[in-house]
């Protein structure tokens, strides 16, 4: 594995996603019980069959992305980064190589442009575009 010479693209922690077992439950424990606001909440996937929902405390930069499990239980452990280059972020990881990282970003419907990488350890860190500048 080579060190990265590149400086990194990625400019902050915007989405740590957890995997619930149930989106509408975790939406109404964090936003009635807590007090967060739903920042999203929105269907993707070839016909809609995922959804994508954000929640944040009021004022949060960093949002709380509620997931159904993956491999059939909820848990394990995923860090949403953003960057405004996707591309050249995964590019960049690329030429460093010994990485597990998706062959190439992608963008569904509904969902920002990302490409995934695992850690040693199979934890995931997803790489997410950044939403526009307010």
């Known amino acids: 594995m080579t060190t ?19 989106q509408d439950a975790a939406i109404a424990f964090y936003r009635d019980t807590l007090g967060w606001e739903v920042r999203g ?10 959804r994508w929902v ?7 930069r960093t949002r709380l992305a509620l997931n159904p499990p993956m491999f059939d ?4 452990s995923s ?3 953003e960057t405004t ?3 050249g972020e ?10 597990d990282l998706d062959p190439e970003p992608m963008r569904t419907p509904g969902a920002p442009l990302m ?16 939403p526009p500048a307010d």
Not at 4 to 22: C, E, L, S, W
Not at 54 to 60: C, L, Q, R
Not at 73 to 76: A, D, N, S, V
Not at 90 to 99: T, Y
């Open 73 to 76: 239980e909820p848990g394990g």
């Open 115 to 130: 490409f995934m990488l695992r850690d040693p350890d199979g934890n995931m860190v997803v790489v997410v575009e950044a």
């Open 79 to 81: 860090l949403g980064v």
């Open 90 to 99: 995964h590019r960049r990881l690329v030429a460093i190589g010994g990485i």
């Open 41 to 50: 909440d929105t269907s993707f996937g070839e016909n809609g069959e995922h």
């Open 4 to 22: 990265a010479t590149t400086p990194t693209t990625v400019t902050n922690i915007g989405v740590v996603m957890f995997t619930v077992a149930d």
């Open 54 to 60: 954000e929640v944040a405390p009021p004022g949060s």
């Open 85 to 87: 280059d996707v591309v």
